[in-house]
Each structure stands twice: as C-alpha cells, then as structure tokens.
C-alpha cells in the first residue's frame, strides 16, 4: 500500500507507468506527483525493481526451458 496520504491515483498506475502502458495524457499528472512525493518515487522505485526481477526470471526461464523440454522429451522415449 501507499504511503502517500495525498495519492488520488487508481491504485494501479504505478504499476502501469513503470511498464509504459500510461498515456502521455495520464502521465503528467502523475510525474508531476512524483516531483513532489519521495514515497510514491520510492514505490515506483520498488516497482521497476520488482519488474526488473521478473524479466531476469522470464528470461531465465526461456533459456532452459529448450534444455528441460529436451530432458523431458529424451525421457518419454
């Protein structure tokens, strides 16, 4: 949750503008929030961050799933 007691926001934005899936119309209020608010930057922070992990597992995940899909398969035979 948020603690910015001033954030009129829907609770997704956030999430929403660290993935640019905001319009540039939703998005100067916001970054003009985010000028003045050092919790909601910190959220926003946690967010990218929290994205940023995700991609790294995904991408991990695409890069062995060939070399299990092959151990699997060489199994069933």
């Known amino acids: 949750m948020n603690a910015c007691s001033e954030f009129r926001f829907p609770a997704d934005l956030l999430e929403r503008y ?40 995904l991408n991990e995940l695409d890069t062995h799933s060939e070399t299990r899909i092959g151990a699997q398969s060489a199994l069933a035979l």
Not at 18 to 24: D, E, I, P, T, Y
Not at 41 to 50: A, D, I, T
């Open 18 to 57: 660290a993935m640019g899936k905001v319009s540039h119309l939703d998005c100067g209020p916001l970054e003009e929030h985010l000028i003045l608010c050092a919790a909601c930057r910190k959220r926003l922070m946690q967010v990218e961050e929290f994205i940023l992990v995700i991609r790294a597992a």
